[in-house]
């Protein structure tokens, strides 16, 4: 995915001078050796920091090496000025690790007291407002350094993509869906950038495009893309033209930044000016880690390109939508399993899923919509959806949003897409998330969060979890096991 940074990954040894410099590096070349065992990317840095001048040529290294994430390790207990001073020079999202004693026959000598370390260093963290990537546990052996250098590095891939995102808006944020006009001054507060234009101006890119050489190779390709399920060959090339805009406006207007992603208004106007819903090519651009995001939904657009960094797979943003029929549940008792009715819902959204995570995906036309502006006329304007079945298998929902009060807030929990036919329209599947309906009461309506949900297709809790807490949000909903009760349910 072009759209998505590439982590170039670095681990720097840091050593008390009292202890053994030899000590930090031979650790520091076990949890290498191990990581290049478990084909985990992984940059060296040479120089051992014990004192501000080796923090600033390990700065230097970092540049030559073009090290964009580190791993600060204190092999021993470690100088908490200089090795905060490094991160806080080095810019870039960071994660504190330390080791494990080796042996109870080396004690003396051997003993790093790195275990001691990390509690200075967390300290010298507090006075510098850093906010570094600290592990559930950091101390442990090379093997268990490797698997949390491992799991830090979706979570860095999510830093750096914030870090040099754009925002692209088209349209003012619906009326009905107040939820969508959240404040957009958070955005700043964490690195992004924002544009946002008029739907006049969306409207000007489309026509502009007309007649560039690219349309006609886009529609080629969406015509295999959709194959048996092209039911409207005829719109393609308006589709394409559509597509061309959108990828050209980006490139055009990413100034200082390197990725983008769009918030778009979808209807009802735009029916009428542009022949088509844009649904499909939502999904497309979404394959491309290029989420577009309904009804302006600016927070959408923003979660969703989260978990595309999360995963590096597309993701899609749905409505959490509608409960399953009890007939559905009885109907496939064995595929619901163990889940309760009030842990399933079903995730819908008019058709901007990408063709990737669909079963039978094809070229439709909204229904709703169609009630709407041609309730008693064959579908025209209201075709362009992408429909299906939502593919079975892993999913994470995901959510950053600003409250009224400029606060950034976030929830996430993890769950599944069942193997059960959800028999309706739209891009749609039976999620089941553990105690759904706690969170859903206690966590999505309590604390006000709007119907739309960033949708990872993976289990990728725990890296978007660490990330929201290195962007210093406090505020962060889970799904609660039973027994553990949020802070405004009955006990009763």
Known sequence: MKNVPKVNLGIVAVSRDCFPVELSRQRRNAVVKECRAKKIPLAVIETIVENEKDALKVLEEIRQKNVNALVIYLGNFGPEGPTTLLAQKFGGPVMFAAAAEESGNNLIQGRGDAYCGMLNASYNVGLRKLRPHIPEYPVGTPEEVAEIIRDFRPVARIMLGLKKLKIFAFGPRPQDFLACNAPIKPLYDIGVEIMENS????????????????????????????????????????????EVAL????????????????????????????????????????TRGIPVSC??????????????????????????????????????????????????????????????????????????????????????????????????????????????????KSYVAQGEVLDIDPKSFGGIGVFAIKDMGRFYRHVLIEKRFPHHTAVAFAHAGKALFSAVKMLGVEDIGFNQPSGMLYQTENPF
């Open 199 to 242: 739907e006049l101006d969306l409207y000007d890119i489309f026509l502009k495009a007309k007649g560039n050489p690219k349309i006609k190779p886009v529609a080629r390709d969406m015509a295999k893309e959709l194959g048996q399920g092209n039911a409207f060959p005829d719109m393609l090339e308006k589709l394409a033209q559509y």
């Open 247 to 286: 990828t050209r406006f980006m490139e055009n207007n990413l100034g200082a930044s390197e990725y983008g992603v769009f918030a778009n208004k979808c209807w009802p106007a735009y029916e009428s000016y542009f022949g088509f819903v844009p649904c499909y090519v939502n999904s497309r651009l979404a």
């Open 295 to 408: 009804e302006v939904d600016i927070y959408g657009a923003l979660s969703e390109y989260m978990a595309t960094c999360a995963t590096e797979m597309p993701a899609t943003l749905l409505d959490i939508n509608n409960t399953v029929p009890y007939d559905m549940i009885r109907g496939a008792k064995k595929l619901v399993g163990g889940y309760k009715p009030t842990d399933l819902f079903m995730g819908f959204h008019c058709g901007n899923t990408s063709s990737t995570c669909l079963i039978g995906g094809g070229l439709k036309y909204q229904l709703i919509m169609h009630r709407l502006m041609e309730s008693d006329k064959k579908p025209d304007i209201t075709r362009g959806t992408l429909e299906g079945r939502i593919r079975a298998g892993e999913i994470t929902i995901f959510r950053l949003q600003s409250t009224a009060d400029t606060v950034l």
